[in-house]
Structures are given as structure tokens and as C-alpha cells.
């Protein structure tokens, strides 16, 4: 995994993790499974697929968030129960084994792309021959002595579709995402949400599947109809209702930084501003509320939703906090789709 280390590294320098931690953490150790598991000599990688269909939403005026794909059901725990039941059978037979997912461990990526499930794609994805790159991935660090995978070659050819579709540009270099400006790391980032990039957030929640949608072999292949216990949006008024209690259980599927409620409340206010509508008293209120909340950031953060949906009339011009004063004197244009 000398390539994996040597990227981990040369992202750090070129300023493209932008606070990042997950692998990049302990680098060293995220690339070398031996110092997971004593005397490893092989690691055996699981994917699950996430391509569902999209589900019917009735449009019945409620404002919406949009959840990604990878997150519309608990994946990681159905491939872990997988991969566990691999485990356990390698160490009925004398070995040791121990199953990682998604933990930050080691980089799962490219695990599987020498295990040869499949090429990098320009998204940086990992895309599996003929299914596209809707998969997520899980594996068995392991002491049994394994054959080795085969390359699998590249597969997007003369295509580049992903590089334009990202909505804010993040895709900086074939398999290069820049977090500066990628929406999937902006949602999970503590802190004032780049106000460049707000607009262009859209409706989204959680995660962001643009790079995907787009692609044409993840397209083309690989769509199953989406069981009914999917959750593919939230009713963004109704969350922003909520306790912090109740929040954190309405979202507990979620990467959120400390479990703490404000940065989804962020974003569901950043998306308010995107999509919510001015003339419902519902919207209204919440502003009201989120003018005035204790937590600084919300209430620049709603500023922000506030003059986008034409409610200045709303804010509170004598706020003194000096994230809310920059807010109050970088207020956005009104949204064009009023
Ligand atoms: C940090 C992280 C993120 C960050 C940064 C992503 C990034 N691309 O760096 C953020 C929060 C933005 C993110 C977003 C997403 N993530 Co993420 N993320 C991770 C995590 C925790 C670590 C990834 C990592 O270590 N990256 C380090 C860098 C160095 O690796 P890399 O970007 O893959 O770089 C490789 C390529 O550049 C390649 N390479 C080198 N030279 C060249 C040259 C060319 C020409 C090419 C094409 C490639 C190439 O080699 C590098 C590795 O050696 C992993 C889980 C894990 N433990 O590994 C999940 C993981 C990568 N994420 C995953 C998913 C599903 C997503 C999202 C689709 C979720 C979503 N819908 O929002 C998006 C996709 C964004 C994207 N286009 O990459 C899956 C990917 C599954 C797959 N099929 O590829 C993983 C593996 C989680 C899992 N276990 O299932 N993620
Ligand atoms: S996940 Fe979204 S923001 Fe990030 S690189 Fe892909 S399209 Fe761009
Ligand atoms: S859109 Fe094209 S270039 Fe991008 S990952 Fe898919 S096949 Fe590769």
C-alpha cells in the first residue's frame, strides 16, 4: 500500500484534506494491515452494492433534504455481519481474522483495487467492471496465506463526465478530490460552512452522489429496486423542530462531528435557504427561532437562509457576535426560483 501512503501524504502537503482526519490521522498504520493484525498475510474484501433506484417521493409541499445513496440504508452493518460470518469461519480454521468497514483503519479503496475488485475512477471511486462504483467497501485483515488478485485495468477510457458535473469543481486531477470544496466533507465539517459553496449545496443532507450519477458505467449497470424501509430524504422544517435528543436519534446513521446537533441543524438551515419557501409560516417561524437561538453559528447560518428566501425583515441587524455580523454584511442575493 506504498501508493495509498505516499497520496496520504502528498495530499496533507498540497492543503487538499482541509481538516480532515479518518486515515490520514495515522497514515502509517492505515496502510499497512500487518499492524493490525499480528503476523497478516492476506486481506479478503467485501463490497455491497448501494445502487438503488430512486424510490417515489409524493410531493406533497413538505421541504425536503436529499440523503446519498450510501446512506439510504445502514450498508456498513449489513456488509460487517457479512464479513464477520468470513471471519469467523477463517478462525475456526486457525487463523486469526478481524473485519474492518469504513473505520479509518486502513484505506479501503485501495485494499480493494489490489484485491482487484476493480480501477479508480476520475471521482477517485472505485469502480467494479460492468456495476459501476455504487459500493461500499469492507474487508478481513487475516493470518491465512491467500492467492493473489489481479489488476483490474482502467475503465473510464476517453471519458471525463464526473470532472465537469461536480458542482463545485472538487474533482482537481483524475482521482483527486480536493475537500476544500467537496460537498460530501463541507456537510461533515464543524464550523461556518464555506459560503461559496452554499448555493451549490443544494438540497442536499448528507453526502453527495453527483460524480456517480453521472457516470457511465455506474449508470448503466447495476440499479435494483429500493426496499420500502429506505430513507432517502428528511423533512427539513420537521428535523429542525426536533430536540437535540431527538435529532441525534433521527440521524444516527450519520457521521456528525462529536454527535453534536449543530452542524446538521446548519445544514438543514443551509438547504432551507435553497429550497424552503418564504410564504409558508412554517418557514417563517423556524427562522424566527434560529434568529435568536443561543448557538452563534445557527443564527448565521440562518441569517444567510433568511435574505436568501427575501425575509430580512426578520433579522436581527444589532447582533453583535462577530460570525453573525459577517453574515449580516455578506447577505446573499434573494434565490432566483422565488
Ligand atoms: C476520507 C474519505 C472521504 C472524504 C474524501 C474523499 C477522497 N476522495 O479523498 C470525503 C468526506 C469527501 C468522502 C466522500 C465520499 N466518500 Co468517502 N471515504 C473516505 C475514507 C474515510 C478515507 C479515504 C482515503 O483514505 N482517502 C485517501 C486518498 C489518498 O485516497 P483516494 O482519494 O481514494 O486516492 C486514490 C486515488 O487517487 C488513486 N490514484 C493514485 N493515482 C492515481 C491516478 C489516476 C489517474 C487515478 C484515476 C487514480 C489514482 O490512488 C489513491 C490511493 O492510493 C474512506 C474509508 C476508508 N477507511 O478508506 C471512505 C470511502 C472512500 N468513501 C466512500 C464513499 C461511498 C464516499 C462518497 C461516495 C459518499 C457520498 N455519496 O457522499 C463520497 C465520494 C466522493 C469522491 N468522489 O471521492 C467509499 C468509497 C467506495 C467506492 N466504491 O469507491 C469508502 C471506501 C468508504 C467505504 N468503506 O465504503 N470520503
Ligand atoms: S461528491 Fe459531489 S462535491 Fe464531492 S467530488 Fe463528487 S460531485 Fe463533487
Ligand atoms: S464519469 Fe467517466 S471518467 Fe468519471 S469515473 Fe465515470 S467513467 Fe470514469
Redesign the pocket.
Known amino acids: 500500500m506504498h501508493?495509498?501512503l505516499q497520496?496520504?501524504r502528498h495530499?496533507e502537503e498540497r492543503e487538499l484534506t482541509n481538516g480532515?482526519k479518518?486515515?490520514?490521522l495515522r497514515p502509517e498504520r492505515?496502510t499497512n494491515p500487518s499492524l493490525l493484525v499480528e503476523g497478516a498475510r492476506s486481506v479478503i474484501v467485501g463490497m455491497r452494492s448501494y445502487a438503488y433506484d430512486d424510490p417515489i417521493v409524493v410531493n406533497d409541499g413538505t421541504v425536503r433534504a436529499r440523503i446519498?445513496?450510501?446512506a439510504w440504508e445502514d450498508h456498513y452493518g449489513i456488509l460487517k455481519t457479512s464479513l464477520t460470518a468470513v471471519a469467523a469461519q477463517l478462525r475456526r480454521d486457525g487463523h486469526r481474522a478481524t473485519v474492518f468497514?469504513?473505520?479509518?483503519s486502513?484505506?479501503?479503496?485501495?485494499i480493494a483495487w489490489l484485491a482487484g475488485l476493480g480501477w479508480?475512477?476520475?471521482?477517485?471511486?472505485?469502480l467494479v467492471p460492468g456495476k459501476g462504483?455504487m459500493?461500499?467497501?469492507?474487508c478481513v485483515v487475516t493470518t491465512a496465506d491467500l492467492p493473489f488478485a489481479e489488476e483490474v485495468p482502467d475503465g473510464c477510457g476517453t471519458c471525463s463526465r464526473c470532472i465537469p458535473a461536480c458542482p463545485t469543481n472538487a474533482?482537481v486531477e483524475?482521482?483527486?478530490?480536493d475537500?476544500n470544496r467537496?460537498l460530501?466533507?463541507l456537510l461533515?465539517k464543524p464550523g461556518i460552512f464555506n459560503a461559496e459553496y452554499r448555493e451549490a449545496l443544494g438540497d442536499r443532507i448528507y453526502?453527495?452522489?453527483e460524480?456517480?450519477v453521472v457516470c457511465p458505467p455506474t449508470k448503466k449497470f447495476g440499479t435494483q429496486p429500493a426496499p420500502e424501509t429506505v430513507q432517502s430524504h428528511v423533512n427539513v422544517l420537521a428535523l429542525l423542530s426536533l430536540s437535540d435528543t431527538e435529532l441525534d436519534a433521527a440521524c444516527d446513521r450519520w457521521y456528525v462531528h462529536d454527535r453534536d446537533m449543530t452542524w446538521v441543524r446548519r445544514n438543514l438551515l443551509i438547504v432551507l435557504g435553497n429550497v424552503g419557501q418564504p410564504s409558508h409560516s412554517d418557514t417563517v417561524e423556524t427562522l424566527r427561532r434560529y434568529l435568536s437561538h443561543e448557538r452563534p453559528e445557527l443564527r448565521a447560518h440562518a441569517v444567510w437562509a433568511a435574505a436568501r428566501l427575501g425575509l430580512s425583515h426578520l433579522l436581527h441587524t444589532d447582533d453583535p457576535h462577530p460570525m453573525v455580523v459577517t453574515e449580516l454584511q455578506n447577505l446573499p442575493p434573494l434565490r432566483g426560483t422565488l
Do not use: H, K, P
Request: aromatic content about 12%; glycine content about 8%.
Open positions: 501508493r495509498a497520496q496520504l495530499r480532515m479518518f486515515t490520514y492505515s446519498a445513496r450510501y468497514a469504513d473505520d479509518n486502513i484505506v479501503d479503496r485501495e479508480y475512477g476520475r471521482n477517485a471511486n472505485l462504483s459500493f461500499v467497501i469492507g474533482i483524475s482521482g483527486v478530490i475537500a467537496c460530501s466533507w461533515q453526502g453527495c452522489d460524480c456517480q
